[in-house]
Structure formats: structure tokens, C-alpha cells
């Protein structure tokens, strides 16, 4: 994928998840003092972290591309400058990309291009198919557990001092719950 060749600078990378480097080392050296026993989830766990501050950070640039007023920007490392730079850096590399792949696509002769359209098709119907049957299984779930969500909410309601009620629905929209 595009996003592989987006590199984000060290020092963005080790504001996401600062320890785990440093647990990775310690779990190391605890292999090294026990021959006989290996942490394999732990260790798998803290290589997915590290994968993940990668990610999280190509991710982030995309979005704020997108979104820039999101109020995930307003967090470490995303309102940073060099975060900021990584981002308009990245969309660069991408819009570059993107007209690359185009300018490949518009040259490429026919019968391939008749057979990646029916491909996007494909996939698009796919996962269009997939997207509807897992919303109908939210909604079926929501359907089914709205009389314990309503009580249990109601019940909480209740029990909570004038005050924090007045806040809580001041700061949360309740559909269907009071009905």
C-alpha cells in the first residue's frame, strides 16, 4: 500500500507509545535470563504497538488532510509542528501518486482496463454486500437490547443527584431512550 512508503520522522514515532521500545529491551533480557520460558503473546503484542505508531501516524496525516479541525488534532503528537509537516508532506507523496497511477491506468490498453473495472466492481458490490449485512446485525442487536439499554439508563438516571442529570442530558443526545 501507498501509506508503506510514508515514513514518519523517529521522533513522531516515539510520542506514540514512548515505553514500548524500553518493554520490548526488558523482555529480552528476561528471555535471556529464562531460557526455558518465552513470553510469545507479549512480545507479538508489543511489535503490533510498534506497527501501530506507524499507522496510527499515516493515518493521522490523511485524515488531517481531511479533517483538519478534528478535535483528534488537538492531542499529542498530532497538534506538533513536525506532525503538521509529516501530514503536507504525506499528501503531497500521495496526490503524486495518485496522478502517477492515473496517468499508468489511462495507458494501459483496453482489455486490461475492462477487466480492473469489473474487479473494482466486484469488490466495490462486495463490500457494499458486507457493509449493509453488518449494519443489519447493529441494527438487530440495537432492536433487541434497546429494553435493558433503556432501563439500565433510566435506572442510572435515577440514582444520579438532580445536578449531574440536568448535565447529562445537556451534553448527550438520547434518541429513543426517554420515548
Known sequence: MLTESLEPPTELLQQIFPWVESELVALNVWAQDNRCSKDIALRQFL?????????????????????PHSQLFSYQPFNTKPFQKF??????????????????????????VACLHGSYAELWFEQCWEQEENTDIICRHWVNNMPKLKSSFLSSLLHMPVEGVIRVCHTITIPMFIC
Not at 511489535?47 to 479533517?67: E, H, M, R
Open 47 to 67: 511489535k503490533l504497538l510498534l506497527w501501530l505508531q506507524t499507522i496510527l501516524l499515516q493515518d493521522g496525516a490523511v485524515l488531517y488532510s481531511l479533517y
Open 87 to 112: 501530514a503536507v508532506r504525506s499528501v503531497a507523496i500521495i496526490v503524486h501518486a495518485e496522478s502517477k497511477a492515473h496517468l499508468a491506468y489511462k495507458n494501459m490498453p483496453e482489455h486490461l
